[in-house]
């Protein structure tokens, strides 16, 4: 069989899908895999066929705010889905695969009349979520006063494609919620928030998470000796030279061994000087690292988080987005971290650092989350789910 996997443009969303392809096409299945041109690299690299979109305007698609990232997503699904059903025409798929965020997935699927399957990379997303772990109904409040100059265009938008594509009435926030016939999330049951409202529509199966990973010139050889603090803010916000300057200070002349990734927009030559208990890279090897780390200050990505939690490492959270914020009061909900304030960052850091390696508590917490998502199924339970989709829904039509 053959299958169309349409994901946004974001490596969070890229990154947990990539083992996953790689499994599907050992079933002998065949995937094409579309995303802009800078991911070809990555997913050619697992053995997948990459098909580009063509290029167009993106901005907004990685807003934090609802309102102008479906603004921008409504925008990318207009100017996609002619190219996209022209795709569809030549290649003659048996299924889709689309991201959650992939409006144009969800959308190309009915047209077609394509089976499909959702991929979600977060927590499964509903209501529910937001009153759990937001300041609901505030928040959306909020959202849309400061979303407000977008809200026309998406809503032109969404009543011209709904003529043209015959769709059904959907509420706003449904635009971001784009499930399939099939909805894989990569976190565990217990880790996603209020579960029961979601376990007949999803299959939670955990994170695809590596074995093991090149270490390249790191000198993992330095950690054991003393408690092991990683610090990392992810890819994309992490020019934050303040906060690593913070963390110098307050750890420069503790007892414990502190690894600074400053990602590949900050030099180390561009922070205050460095004590002898750093280690700073402008990248580490995530993994290997974790497996000798005995706290991870994290900006609360879903994948660091998963990361983290898969090696039973308790999470210092300290959002960068909204929905970093959403994931680090889960993590703190568990008990398996803290969520750092941005009023804290100066002077909490050391504190609630020592807070969380002082309580056993946080380890124990964390080391449950370990066994949950190793419990999950991960991968062998997504080609299950994945073999009962295609029995249900192409063979037996």
């Not at 969800?106 to 300041?135: K, M, Q």
């Not at 971290?337 to 508590?361: H, N």
């Amino acid at each position: 069989m053959k299958a169309f996997f349409l994901n946004i443009p974001a490596h969070g969303h890229v990154n947990p899908t990539l083992p996953l392809s790689r499994e599907i096409l050992k079933t002998g299945d065949v995937i094409l895999y579309y995303n802009f041109s800078e991911f070809r690299s990555k997913i050619e690299s697992f053995g997948i066929e990459f098909r580009p979109y063509p290029e167009l305007d993106r901005s907004g698609i990685e807003s934090e705010n609802p309102i102008e990232l479906i603004s921008a997503i409504y925008r990318v699904t207009e100017e996609l889905l002619p190219f996209l059903l022209k795709e569809v025409e030549r290649e003659k798929p048996d299924y889709l695969i689309h991201d959650s965020l992939s409006l144009w997935g969800w959308i190309l699927a009915r047209i077609t009349n394509l089976p499909s399957i959702c991929s979600t990379t977060s927590f499964a997303i509903g209501y529910p979520v937001f009153e759990a772990l937001t300041d609901f109904p505030f928040s959306v409040f909020r959202n849309f006063w400061q979303g407000r100059k977008k809200l026309l265009d998406l809503l032109l938008r969404r009543r011209r494609m709904r003529k043209v594509y015959n769709l059904p009435k959907r509420a706003i926030v449904d635009h971001i919620i784009n499930t399939g016939d099939l909805n894989l999330v990569y976190t565990s049951k217990e880790f996603q928030p209020v579960y029961e409202v979601f376990e007949d529509q999803y299959e939670f199966i955990g994170p695809s998470v590596p074995v093991s990973q090149d270490s390249g010139d790191f000198p993992l050889d330095r950690l054991g000796s003393s408690k092991t603090i990683y610090i990392s803010l992810g890819t994309l916000r992490n020019q934050r030279i303040d906060f690593y300057n913070s963390c110098i200070q307050e750890f420069q002349n503790s007892p414990y061994t502190i690894i600074l990734s400053i990602g590949r927009n900050t030099q180390p030559e561009d922070l205050i000087a460095v004590p002898d208990n750093f280690i700073i890279k402008q990248s580490v090897p995530q993994i290997e690292v974790l497996k000798k780390t005995d706290l991870f200050i994290s900006h609360g990505g879903m994948n660091s988080v998963m990361e983290s939690l898969y090696y039973g490492v308790p999470l210092l959270v300290y959002p960068q987005t909204d929905e970093q914020a959403m994931v680090g009061r889960q993590v703190e909900r568990l008990g398996a971290g803290l969520v750092l304030q941005e009023k804290e960052s100066k002077k909490g850091i050391r504190i609630q650092s020592e807070k969380i390696l002082g309580d056993p508590i946080y380890l124990k917490n964390a080391k449950d989350q370990e066994t949950y998502l190793r419990g999950a199924g991960g991968l062998e339970k997504a080609i299950e789910k994945l073999e009962e989709f295609k029995k249900n829904k192409i063979l037996s039509l």
